[in-house]
């Protein structure tokens, strides 16, 4: 093995290892993104099972058109 070949393969070595950290990082903010927007999930689906839970059924008399 020549010297250009071994520096042609550190070259690729030291490019993918930056790759794979670049990668990393990317990983690791979506994972954190995706956990908050699993927690907004969860506290609006909280408020709308809430909210439909406190709504009582109105008579049909007493029913809004669905124009209001």
Do not use: C, G, W
């Not at 995706?34 to 609006?44: G, P, T």
């Amino acid at each position: 093995m020549n010297s250009e070949t071994l520096v042609e393969i550190q070259t690729k070595i030291a490019f993918l290892e930056r790759a794979n950290a670049e990668l990393s990082d990317v990983v690791f903010r979506q994972d954190r993104e995706i956990q908050a927007l699993q927690a907004q999930l969860r506290a609006v689906s909280d408020r709308l099972n809430a909210a439909q839970s406190q709504e009582a059924a109105r008579p049909p008399d007493e029913e809004r058109p669905p124009h209001y």
